[in-house]
């Protein structure tokens, strides 16, 4: 299938798509409707197209024992996200119902009486919640027919998306910087796709793999974070759902979530969303607030002022994951914390690494450094009387400590010693 | 509680303690029984304590129901572990669970045609199985009374121990020689606990431990692989439960295990062994094969030799994790190979990293080397005819390959580009 980056509403001609629930994509800025395909900008406004659902037939309580019988992984929302219902049975990594984990001793440490939750997405099959998103864009590729997964990336989204192409048998041709990391290298590489260093930054690299989807040589790609976009984009959905299942089918009063490009956080807000329209929860109000890197903190900066704009920067921080200068979905963050009551709130490195040693001291998590930025996020908004601690709150843990190791180098040991009880005593750690 | 090395049958006035079905420690030798308590070799003959259960009053079809209604980690067991019955409304860090992948790609590479699965513990907490038994170890330490959580450890059990002890409220305190790799001790530093160097190898740092258990610094401390053991040791059960109940309550035919000290694969037995007596799994030949580095291979030249006892190697392998020059249950392992008709084989460094290529190629799983160990030797087995192909066959993975990124290394770049078409197309890669 041609690979279009807008949509063309003569599509309507093409082979219907299975893909479950997912009945079109629909521009968020003007409504306009296109039929399922590998677009992502609505042709009339040049907007960002989202996926459109025909939910109508589901009785609630029906549906939710249902999702219980599901499998341990987020198939089991299958009927509620754009694959086909038989998606648990094509190979694919299976990610997802990671721990919901009560966080009683971070609790106390921060003043929280209400009920304070981590969710731990450092549990997924390459150990950030980019499984999740990937293995939506991962059912879309099969849907329209490509062969080859591809993203632009700088770090988890490259092995997400190696390790989920290995698995389904896809090739896989992931761009990143060349001069990236080593260790990021290897863990992108292990998978043995096609791995290509540009030279140039991470904005070239999407500059060109904006150029390679227009041209003849990416016929038969599926960019997971670009022609696959809407697709890719509703994984995280399945991280609002799991929040409420855990709970006990209820929706947090509070949740915290990182600010990269955005996107997952407004689609943690359309997953809430979805669950009260279905009945699956009971409607009452939560309140939805973004974390930033001081570094790199154009919707924080922008929440701050009171802008309906964010203004891009030049991300400075060692929350790489999260270091989008120009978020798309900005716009739409500010809109959902202000509506939802919450905020957005940015902490320097500092905190990041503090918040790491925090979280893993109290509850024995090891975060990436985007989850120092929501539990640092979380502490400041506690300390300025903006996030309640007598409600109950659910922060996201978005990756693993192991990716970002760096980040926390400065830890070591307490004390050497002599293999010898006198040195022992010496040490004073008796 | 004072902390023996040898059991005295005079502690019989010790209050009891609640560990669930575990009813007294039994030598593995000389089957003398003594009372639950923090100690790990025989008064009688010095062989090792392990734990004697009362399964007596389960009826099967009752507890295959119990189990599965579960929690989704390994205190669904809790009935046929040492832990107390509400284990599962404790602070832990709730490991096990984890994925049984069904490996089609790599049974095609491979030839294996039965059915072949990878059980894949690096989804748990800290992402190797030691949480498994450090979880069990944990349960000891409450019931005894101890308030420090220790181990010597060379890098996986270091950070086990670490998160187990900050989640459950336990100070830490780990041992480890002073000179490991960086990384390593920032993975075991990060959750806050002490972390001592001793200036010695790994030797030198047991022979500490030893001497620090017999000594009044060490009251009150539990070492989760000394005194502590026995319970630690049978955390490896829960591997050998979870494939049965994710195969359908069916026993494998073939299962590879890695060897290092050889108790994993004594407990996978024993495992095994428990849900034929009590009804669970129908009853059939397995076979169990163990896995070793060449580096490190005294297990599999014992048994190539024909030899009941092992003789310790200098270990010099990449698979640190399993580099255990004098495996404590070497002679058990040996027995249960032969027992059962499996047997015992080893691979090259380089075939333990061609190994761990292999399976992320394949099935998009990136292993720790122990994991390229047990593909390695399945590989190995099935080429010289040793293991069947036409049955089914589960391999362990035990660890995270980004623990030991440094394996792989060599892997990287397939190709460096400018950011054009054109230089794409030079490239050779549509």
Redo the contacts between chains.
């Keep these: 299938m041609a690979v279009q980056t807008v949509a063309s509403t003569t599509d309507s001609a093409a082979s219907p798509v299975d893909l479950g629930p997912a009945a079109a994509l629909s521009c968020r800025e003007c409504g306009h409707r296109v039929p399922l395909g590998p677009v992502f900008a609505c042709e009339e406004c040049f907007g960002p197209l989202e996926i459109a659902y025909d939910f109508s037939a589901h009785d609630a309580e029906e549906l939710r024992k249902r999702i219980e019988a599901g499998p341990?992984n987020i198939w089991r929302y299958a009927p509620l996200l754009p694959v086909p219902a038989d998606v648990a049975t094509k190979?694919n990594?299976?990610p997802g119902?990671t721990?919901l984990v009560r966080a009683?001793?971070l609790a106390r440490e921060l003043g929280v009486t209400g009920g304070l939750y981590v969710k731990d997405d450092s549990?997924n099959?390459?150990?950030s919640f980019k499984d999740r998103v990937v293995a939506q864009a991962l059912e879309a590729a099969r849907a329209f027919g490509f062969t080859t997964l591809s993203c632009s990336s700088t770090g988890n989204l490259a092995?997400a998306v190696?390790?989920?192409?290995?698995?389904a048998?896809f090739r896989s041709?992931v761009f990143i910087p060349?001069d990236l990391e080593?260790?990021k290298?290897?863990?992108a590489?292990?998978?043995?796709g096609?791995?290509?260093?540009?030279?140039?930054n991470y904005d070239?690299?999407n500059?060109?793999c904006s150029?390679?989807i227009g041209?003849p040589?990416g016929e038969g790609w599926g960019f997971v974070n670009v022609n696959l976009r809407p697709y890719y984009a509703e994984g995280s959905k399945t991280l609002a759902y799991e929040i409420c299942e855990q709970l006990g089918w209820r929706l947090p009063d509070q949740i915290v979530v990182p600010i990269a490009s955005g996107s997952q956080l407004t689609k943690i807000d359309k997953g809430l969303q979805e669950l009260i329209g279905l009945g699956l929860v009971e409607d009452r109000p939560y309140k939805i607030f973004g974390a930033q890197a001081e570094g790199c903190s154009p919707v924080s900066t922008a929440y701050k002022a009171g802008h309906d704009v964010v203004r891009p920067q030049k991300p400075n921080t060692i929350a790489k994951s999260l270091a989008i200068g120009n978020p798309a979905d900005g716009p739409y963050v500010l809109d959902i914390a202000r509506r939802t009551g919450g905020a957005v709130e940015d902490v320097t490195d500092e905190q990041v690494v503090d918040a790491?040693?925090l979280l893993?001291?109290?509850?024995?998590?090891?975060a990436e450094t985007a989850g120092g930025v929501t539990v640092g996020v979380t502490k400041k908004l506690i300390e300025n009387g903006v996030l309640d601690p007598s409600l109950t709150t659910v922060v996201l843990n978005t990756g693993?400590?192991?990716?970002t190791?760096d980040a926390?180098?400065g830890?070591?040991?307490?004390?050497?010693?002599?293999?010898?009880?006198d040195s022992?005593?010496e040490?004073g750690?008796?």
Excluded: S
């Design positions: 341990a190979p990594l299976n119902w721990k009683d001793n549990g099959p390459t150990h092995g190696g390790a989920a192409a290995a698995r048998g041709c060349h080593q260790g290298v290897v863990m590489a292990v998978y043995g096609e791995l290509v260093g540009i030279e140039g070239d690299v500059r060109f150029e390679l041209d040589a790491i040693k893993a001291r109290t509850e024995g998590i090891f693993d400590g192991l990716k190791l926390v180098a830890t070591g040991l307490t004390a050497t010693i002599r293999p010898t009880l022992f005593r040490a750690l008796v």
